[in-house]
């Protein structure tokens, strides 16, 4: 099958895949949709219009002169030669006019339509990215995706307005064209189609042959370059070796190649040119031959064969630019298809039919042999069991990547466990709706996300509903309120990228603040006081103490030390538990956590 032919099945499977998908978009735009077809419309009429003044010109005035009596319809003498000829000068001033603000409106709409579509697609999209669930995400590079995505829509966008609407425009022209035509005249019309087909066999041949050439040249381009970056990027090492010979020659020889073909790509393109000028001018010439017999056998006027003339000469460019834009647009398509599948991918973490929104949860937590694997190979987590009761602190130890951040996120349903299951109040995780099992979960990690936002909103993002008072509160709860009430804004002041001007330990305070402003019964905390100077550290701890005040609270830490004062330690290596229990209990066993405790902490075991 041919590239020409594959294109179009693209464009019309894809085309309908992506307009069905995105119909809520464009219904919404159907207004300046509407509004740019029918300037479309109005603009092809005035430009098939325009050889028309020339006609009655050629026709009523001029021909008049040479005492020809005036064919077809007779307008002279109602106005005299000059006032027709007046007329006729103003109507063509007045159809380019028409033509003009009618092209006018139908760029200006159909570009206004397409960028506000695109804005809708790039929300739609940005949203249901966000719900995607972090196996997603992980697969995905996501640096890549966004660029993909950005790069998509701005395509689909830029070639609906400088590819579908000439093509549309070009339909219109060559369909308007062939109906004047045949109007005027069948039998010549019949001549000027004869050729018709040659002309389609020459362009469909050619086309195919550039586009194969093209092809072969862009990939010897992208051969140079890979070459080139090679080189540049290994540059040590090449001149080292002393490679930049061998190299060098490499690269020429792409060069030399690709120069190759560039020239023949263009030699295709110049040929081709050539060939439709000699058919146009080879239709021209039939339908002049045929064409001035009939006008001898008063069966049409010098001005129609005038008209006709202009009129093949309007048609054949639009055909020629056929293959151009179909190839364009079957590029946007594919785009557009990416996009549509990327919004067709169903979240796996997502409410499950008949979720109930949780209750204030009491904080009762189970992980009842739970095993789950990023990868379908390697489980991270291999039969985690434990049991913790409301209120109650549990500290989650072991060496890092063991699988402790994992444990919480599983807690946090952002991913679902591969065997077992995790209860909260006796119910396993996935009865409850997404939003309600979160919204009862707050989270301080070691590095602590902030906005680009004022500090009072960087709090109240912990709970979209908190009042002015509750984020106060929590600020003061959070050891934060007293720094910030010394920024030159106060809780105005808005962070700079990534938070960059605060400290660590400001940054954490604030982010216990947005934990705290969410009230929630059950909080894990991430290794939050990793990092921190002393008197920093001190002033987080004491923060986390009041935030985790009556919470079960979930707490990574290496820190053998802080983990002392648990309800229960839960010690993982390699993904699984290799001892639980409390400092005392751990200690008395003698294995490994009282081991590694001692090689740490050789003193706190005699004050201990
Ligand atoms: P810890 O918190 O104890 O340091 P993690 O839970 O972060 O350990 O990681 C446990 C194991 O899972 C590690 O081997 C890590 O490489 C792997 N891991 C963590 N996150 C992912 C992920 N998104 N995709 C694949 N593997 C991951």
Redesign the pocket.
Known sequence: MNQSSKNQKRIVSGGWRIVQKFWPQIRQERLTIATSLLALIVKTIFHLLEPWPLKFMFDQIILADFNVEPTGIKIIDDLGIMGLLTVLALTIVAIVCVRAVAAYYSSVSIALAATNIMTEIRNRLYYHLQHLS??FH?RAKSGDLITHVTYDIERLRKVTVIAIVPLLTNILTIVGILGVMFWISWQKSLIAASTLPLFLISTLYMGKRIEHSARVQRKREGAMAATAAEAIGAIKVVQALSLAKMLGSTFSGHNQNSLKEGVQTQKLRAAQERIVEVLLAVTTALVLWRGVQLIQQGAITPGDLLVFITYLKMAFRPMRQFAKYTGQIAKATASGERIVDLLEIEPTIKDVRGAISASPFRGAVRFENVSFA??DENL?LKNIDFDVKPGQRVAIV??????????V?LLLRLYDPLEGRILIDDHDLREYQLDSLRGQISIVLQESVLFAVSIFDNIAYGSLEAKESEVIAAAKLANAHDFIMQLPEGYDTVLGERGATLSGGQRQRIAIARAAVRQAPIVIL?EPTVGLDNQNEQAVSEALARLTQNCTTFL?THDLRNAKSADLIVY?ES?RIMEKGTYQELMQLGERYASLFNTSHPLSNIHG
Request: avoid cysteine; aromatic fraction near 4%; charge should be negative.
């Open positions: 972090l196996s992980s990023y990868e991270t072991g060496s890092s990547g063991g699988g402790k951040s994992t444990l996120s991430d990574i993982i993904g």
